[in-house]
């Protein structure tokens, strides 16, 4: 600062002798005072140039503090965006998976419906079919018969005494009259397949020449009335099934003389035909 005084007043001096001219008092005041003032003006410059530096510092300052402030913004704008568009892209897929679900259950409540709607159509026909059985059969029900639903299916049982002699496969008058009634019946039900059952009790067989046991005995009754509905009653062979089950699947447990009775029986088990249904849950 004090430099920059001397030179100021070196260069009044120089212009002052330069100018080989005598000041008066009055002009070397003037001069001395215009020295003075440009004095304060280059100190007031001097202070705000030091103020200038100070404020341009402060501002760097400030600068690089809101840049790093910025650039967090920036970092943490980034996460949130990355995360919105993952959960987005989860949202969407979520979306088609819902979308897929809710079509996957609305077709199978359609097949649900159909099969629901198949089996509601098979419980009625057989229903129906044990109405027409019973009613047909009514006069044969006090001689060992019996007409009922078991899983879907309708049974027809006639004990032994009912078809055959004791001991015997060849079927009597009065067993021959029971299962014509039967085929009337079954005849207009085309769509009705048959598995003939015999079964026997625990007892073993005697005395019956080739007959080996209950299985043979059970056997050979099934296929006696499966030819007399298909020789004697005109019934399709391809409907029927004839199974012999012996002593293996009792109706009635107990060792009496009247559960022993009740076991020895054909079993009529009416199937009705369920392709519309097997087509549907395979498809």
Not at 91 to 101: A, D, I, M, T
């Amino acid at each position: 600062m004090i430099k920059l005084k001397y030179l100021l007043a070196a260069a009044v001096l120089c212009v002052s002798m330069h100018s080989c001219k005598i000041l008066s008092t009055k002009s070397y005041k003037a001069m001395v005072a215009e020295r003075d003032s440009l004095s304060t003006r280059t100190t007031s410059l001097e202070a705000q140039v030091d103020q200038l530096k100070a404020d341009t510092a402060r501002l760097h300052g400030e600068l690089s503090e809101q840049k790093r402030k910025f650039n967090e913004l920036q970092d943490g704008y980034d996460m949130l965006n990355a995360s919105y568009t993952e959960a987005n892209s989860k949202l969407h897929k979520s979306s088609s998976q819902v979308n897929k679900l809710s079509t996957d259950l609305q077709q199978r409540e359609a097949r649900l419906k159909e099969v629901e709607d198949i089996l509601k159509r098979r419980d009625e026909a057989t229903n129906a079919l044990k109405a027409k059985l019973q009613q047909a059969l009514l006069g044969f029900q006090q001689s060992g018969l019996t007409v009922d639903i078991r899983n879907g299916k309708v049974y027809v049982s006639l004990t032994d005494k009912l078809l055959f002699p004791s001991g015997s496969i060849v079927i009597d008058d009065k067993g021959k009259a029971a299962l014509k009634q039967v085929a009337a019946v079954l005849n207009k039900e085309p769509d009705i397949n048959l598995a003939i059952e015999g079964h026997t009790d625990d007892k073993r067989v005697l005395n019956l020449g080739q007959i080996k046991d209950n299985w043979d005995l059970s056997v050979l009754r099934a296929t006696s009335v499966s030819r007399y509905m298909v020789e004697t009653e005109n019934m399709d062979p391809k409907r029927i099934t004839a199974t012999g089950k012996g002593e293996f699947q009792p109706i009635d447990p107990a060792n009496t003389p009247e559960a022993r009775a009740r076991n020895r029986r054909i079993e009529i088990v009416l199937t009705p035909k369920l392709d519309e249904l097997y087509n549907l849950i395979t498809k």
